[in-house]
Every structure is written in C-alpha cells, then in structure tokens.
C-alpha cells in the first residue's frame, strides 16, 4: 500500500497496460515500442523535448518517436496547421488537393533527385513502391541492401537488420512467414564494402533490379558511409543499368534540407522519404527521375501500380507544409547541430572520466555511444563488439533520472529543435550517473 491508501497495481499506467496487454498483441501498436522492463509505459502527452505518462512522470525525451519529432513534440505551427486543415476537408479520394501540389513542388525544389513525386502514408509504402518500380522498370529480380540496414516490414527488405555475430553473411529473416523465393530475391552486402559491391555486381549485375540502402544506417545507431562507397554504388547501378534508391526516411531533411544525397553530391534514381517531413503526422514520400516515376499509373495492369486511401491526406499534407516552411525559416538546423556537438562532447567526457570504451558517434542531431574499443564502426561487423548490457543498462536506469533513450541495442537518439543546452547538459549528467549506477550492478 502507498500513503495515498493505492497499491502499485492500482497506478493508472499499470492499469491501462493490463488492458493494453488483454486487447492489444504485446500491449503495442509496433514492435519495437514494448521495451523490456518498461512494459507498463502508458504515454498520455507529449510537448516540446518531453513526454508524459499516465502516472504523471515526465521524461526529456531523445527517442523522439524513431526520428519524426524534429521540430519537437506538437509544435505550435504544426499543431494549427492541421487544426485549420480539418476546418476545411478530411479526404475525398477523387482529385488532388492544392496542398498536395505545394507539397509535391516543396520537395522536388528541395530534394536533388527529385523530379516527380508520391505521397504515402508510411516509409515502408515508399521502399515498397521503390523497389516495385525498379522491378517494373528493368524487368529483373534481384535487390541488394546492407546488413544494418531496415527498410520497414515488407517482405523483401525485412531481414539482416540487427543479427547475431552467427547470422551475419547468411539470410536472417526478422520475420516468419516470408516466402523463401522473396529471400532469395534479396542479396544482403557488407556496408562500406567497395569490393563486395563491385563483386556482387560482377556476378549478378544483369539480374540486379536496384541497390537500396540507407545513406547513413542509422537504424544500427550511425554508420558514417565513406564516399567511395556511394559512389562505387552510384557507378555501379549506372554501368550496369540497375535503380540507386536512397532510403532517406531518417536523414531526409532531419540532415539536411536535401537529404545525405546533397550533403554527399551523390544522386541516387530514387529516394525514399518519411518521418521528419511532417514532424510527427504519418508521412511517406517517394520520388526521383521522371522517367522512373512516370511508370506509377493509378491504373491496375499499368507498369506500376500505385494507389493508397490515405495518401496525400490534408491534415497530413499540411502538418508537411507547415514543418517544411518552419525547417527553412528558422535555424533548425544550426541549433540541432549544435545541441548534438555538446552532448556527443559532453558524453565522451564522461565515459573518459569513468574510464568506460566507448565510441560516441552520430551526425547532426543524432546521437549513439557504443560500448566498445577499436575506434568508429565502418561496417556491422565491427557493432558486433558492442557490449550489449553496459549499452542497454545505463539506458534503463536513465529513465529513473528522468531521460529517456531506448533502452534497445544499437538504438540512436535524436535532438530536436525544442530542447535547449539545459536540457542537453541535464542528459550528460544524468548519463553519467546511469553508467555509475550500471557499472555498481555488476550487470557489466
Ligand atoms: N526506412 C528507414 C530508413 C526507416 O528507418 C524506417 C522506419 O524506421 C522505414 C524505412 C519505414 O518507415 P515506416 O516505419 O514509416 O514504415
């Protein structure tokens, strides 16, 4: 009993987790939301650079939802442009909207490889329609993606994400139930490997239907890609006839306006977009050559059929609209770069200080620290020395100091543009108290 008369099992969020877990499979509406340990997370608000669950704890928050939240959690221009939105119309379904246009002409002004582009609702339509279009365009079967690289749920990008040291060089499904002929379909590649693509495209290239890949694989935390690697990818595809998709739904816009591909000058055919277009509203945007996009037809039999009832949606369109205007009006950008500068310094400092390995990587305003020696990971394999429960410890018990990081393996963190340096300077020091508090458990 606590003093208020109420047991533990009574709190509001154990509560509605019971019921979650009654009606709900796992309690979540995702997979990687039911974390271990904190399976009676019940999230009620989100503002700024926090949220707030049901028993009334509030966590400065750098999980940001897997990445959409750039701006910071119901900004209040995103928040009243979709209010105004639903003054006007939910969804026809016939037509396009004005806002659909501004939006299309927004990114393909924004974007490098942009020509022509389709909204969807989620990233994973956009890989799905990529990698369907690249088939439909050069009548072949294969795919390559990299190991550490995730796609969304579809059947032929859903494996050899995150796999165990024995699964790495062999086809690791991260479902059942795919079809084995899918798996076959998909050639899985070392990241950062030079050789292996040009070895790959030596064997297989006339049968190569497109290269997918993650500009930055930042679904392992952050691999930086070394230039000659997207350009042997780049030269590659183009020699040998096959479709270069950039799956920029983490780096898109959230790096940089026009995405990895105009912060590296590498254009790829087609790019992949999502999450930090609409700060939090459910986006996808596919887009690249006209020659290739012009192959969508709303027409079933076309060479590539395309269609969704929710894509385009004008509270959706216009929460895109308000956070792209926002993105280049105001210094985004500059304050989230340097938010992410202070804690990757901030947080070295600490490990040095405990005398923890590490290696605190990232880019912009995305953050991860390995627990490992041997210097900034180049490949998967090199993620592999990470030590799983220093990195998922500490992270748990930053939660009790009010800071949240999924505490998943190889999760990376985000900085939005509502936190401040008191926020950043509150992470460092509650970082350094998790990792006190970790290395005393004896868990490590
Ligand atoms: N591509 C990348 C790089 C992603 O990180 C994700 C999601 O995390 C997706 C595609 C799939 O996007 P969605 O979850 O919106 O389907």
Not at 39 to 50: N, Q, S
Not at 320 to 332: D, F, G, I, N, S
Not at 373 to 378: E, I, K, Q
Not at 381 to 387: I, T
Request: charged share 20%; aromatic share 8%; hydrophobic share 45%.
């Amino acid at each position: 009993m606590t003093s208020a008369g109420s047991t533990v099992e009574d709190a509001p969020a154990t509560r509605f987790a019971r019921r979650a877990r009654a009606v709900i499979p796992g309690g979540v509406n995702s997979g990687q939301r039911s974390v271990p340990g904190l399976t009676d997370l019940v999230i009620t608000r989100a503002d700024g650079a926090r949220f707030w669950d049901a028993d009334g704890r509030e966590f400065v928050d750098y999980h940001a939802a897997f990445g959409p939240p750039l701006l910071g959690h119901n900004d209040p221009e995103v928040a009243a442009a979709v209010a105004e939105a639903g003054r006007h119309a939910d969804l026809c379904g016939v037509g396009v909207t004005p806002g659909e246009v501004e939006l299309a002409e927004t990114l393909a002004e924004l974007v490098p490889s942009v020509e022509k582009v389709l909204l969807t609702s989620t990233g994973s339509e956009a890989t799905f329609h990529a990698l369907r279009v690249a088939r439909a365009a050069t009548g072949r079967r294969l795919v390559v993606k990299f190991q550490g690289c995730y796609h969304g749920w579809h059947d032929s990008v859903s494996l050899n994400v995150i796999s165990a040291a024995d699964r790495v060089g062999g086809k690791d499904p991260i479902s059942t139930g795919i079809l084995p002929e899918v798996l076959d379909a998909t050639l899985v590649l070392p990241f950062n490997d030079v050789t292996a693509v040009r070895r790959t495209f030596a064997e297989h290239g006339a049968d190569i239907a497109a290269v997918i890949v993650e500009p930055v694989p930042h679904n392992v935390g952050c691999l930086l890609p070394e230039q000659d690697f997207l350009q042997a990818l780049r030269d590659e595809t183009t020699r040998h006839g096959a479709v270069l998709v950039f799956d920029e739904v983490i780096t898109g816009f959230r790096h940089a306006l026009g995405g990895w591909q105009s912060i590296s000058g590498i254009t790829p055919d087609l790019t992949t977009m999502g999450k930090a277009i609409a700060n939090g509203y459910p986006v996808g945007a596919i887009g690249g050559r006209a020659d290739l996009m012009d192959l969508f037809s709303t027409r079933p039999g076309a060479p590539a059929f395309f269609a969704g009832t929710y894509n385009g949606h004008p509270a959706v369109v216009a929460a895109a609209l308000a956070t792209l205007a926002k993105l280049r009006r105001e210094p985004v950008h500059e304050h989230v770069f340097a938010l992410g500068d202070r804690i990757r310094a901030g947080l070295a400092e600490v490990f040095a200080e405990l005398g923890v390995p590490s290696v605190v990587t990232g880019y912009g305003s995305v953050f991860v620290s390995y627990f490992m020696t041997g210097g900034v990971p180049r490949g998967y394999d090199d993620l592999l020395r990470n030590d799983v429960s220093m990195f998922v410890g500490y992270r748990r018990r930053l939660i009790g100091h009010g800071v949240f990081e999924l505490p998943l393996n190889l999760k990376r963190s985000h900085v939005s543009y509502a936190h401040t340096e008191a926020d950043a300077d509150r992470l460092v020091e509650a970082t350094r108290a998790a990792v006190k508090e970790t290395l005393a458990s004896g868990e490590v």
